[in-house]
């Protein structure tokens, strides 16, 4: 049974930074894409940050720089450190897991995602 457990979420202030941290288990962890989404009150979810199976990486336009995402294969848990943050990047953070081939071509898409955590919270006061 696959797993994702995220945390790390909390309130910071704007120019602050936090880590997320998403706990995974039940599936072949180095064969899965892997990606961080956010949720903000009445938008549609939206890719943040995502690492392909061979570790290739992609970053929406609004996080480049700011945002990093890994993995700890050894450790079975990915990461998103998020720095200088923003008023406009609070959400509700989720981390998402799916088998490679299904998510080529759009690694930030909700769409090809089968797994999902249950989110952490992220609020940035200005």
């Known amino acids: 049974q696959v797993q994702l457990v995220e945390s790390g979420g909390g309130s910071v202030q704007a120019g602050g930074s936090l880590r997320l941290s998403c706990a995974t288990s039940?599936?072949?962890?180095?064969?899965?894409?892997m990606a961080w989404f956010r949720q903000a009150p009445g938008k549609e979810r939206e890719g943040v940050a995502a690492i392909d199976s061979d570790g290739s990486t992609r970053y929406a336009d609004s996080v480049k720089g700011r945002f990093t995402i890994s993995k700890a294969n050894a450790k079975n848990t990915l990461y998103l450190q998020m720095n200088s943050l923003k008023p406009e990047d609070t959400a509700m953070y989720y981390c998402?897991?799916?088998?490679?081939?299904?998510?080529?071509?759009?690694?930030?898409?909700?769409?090809?995602?089968?797994?999902w955590g249950q989110g952490t919270q992220v609020t940035v006061s200005s």
């Open positions: 039940g599936y072949t962890y180095n064969r899965y894409s």
């Open positions: 998402a897991a799916a088998w490679s081939t299904t998510v080529v071509g759009r690694l930030l898409s909700p769409a090809g995602y089968a797994y």
